[in-house]
T-cell receptor
């Protein structure tokens, strides 16, 4: 099964960019890379996803390595409201039973 | 558009009691999932459904049952509650995962304590 590896925690100052890394060295060619975040006492929230090309949306940017074995979630200007646990997961084509989440990266944002 | 709605938000059960956690979505998604999250841990898949009438086991199905009689609803049943089932339960839905190009939408969870 393709798995992801993320640092347990990261810290950032408010209004600075944050780069959250994710390694997925066993990714398959048709696996999409998804990022979710979970604020305290809430369900996970979709952030962004991509396949091969870098992606941008109103929340963040996703940079995918050329070999697709790693990706980076970029928050351009962290705010206190971005403090959350960020999960990087692979959506395996046709295998809904494999949709599990690891422990993610806990992002702390300070003034 | 309410998204994914879970009820109740909180529940305390005694050992051996049973209950049903409700989940409904109004996005016409065909895929639905149940996860549990223990303190400080990630989410583990309990059951999932790819459409009405079709369900299958995930990573940790023991002690749970599900049904999917409509597209909108995906209830999770605990028959004989045990302390090991103390957790936060999240329901999610997506349009499809066959291509991996569909985001998951989560409810806000049900916090269950079994004593």
């Amino acid at each position: 099964d393709a798995k992801t590896t993320q640092p347990n925690s990261m810290e950032s100052n408010e209004e600075e960019p944050v780069h959250l890394p994710c390694n997925h060295s066993t990714i398959s060619g048709t696996d999409y890379i998804h990022w979710y975040r979970q604020l305290p006492s809430q369900g996970p929230e979709y952030v962004i996803h991509g396949l091969t090309s870098n992606v941008n949306n109103r929340m963040a940017s996703l940079a995918i390595a050329e070999d697709r074995k790693s990706s980076t979630l970029i928050l351009h200007r962290a705010t206190l409201r971005d403090a959350a646990v960020y999960y990087c997961i692979l959506i395996l084509t046709g295998t809904a039973s494999k949709l599990t989440f690891g422990t993610g990266t806990r992002l702390q944002v300070t003034l | 558009n309410a998204g994914v709605t879970q009820t109740p938000k909180f529940r305390i059960l005694k050992i051996g009691q049973s209950m049903t956690l409700q989940c409904t979505q109004d996005m016409n998604h065909n895929y639905m999932y149940w996860y549990r999250q223990d303190p400080g841990m990630g989410l583990k898949l309990i059951y999932y459904s790819v459409g009405a009438g079709i369900t299958d086991k995930g990573e940790v199905p023991n002690g749970y049952n599900v049904s999917r009689s409509t597209t909108e609803d995906f209830p999770l049943r605990l028959e004989l509650a045990a302390p090991s089932q103390t957790s936060v339960y999240f329901c999610a839905s997506s349009y499809s995962t066959t291509g991996g190009n569909s985001p998951l939408h989560f409810g806000n969870g049900t916090r269950l304590t079994v004593t």
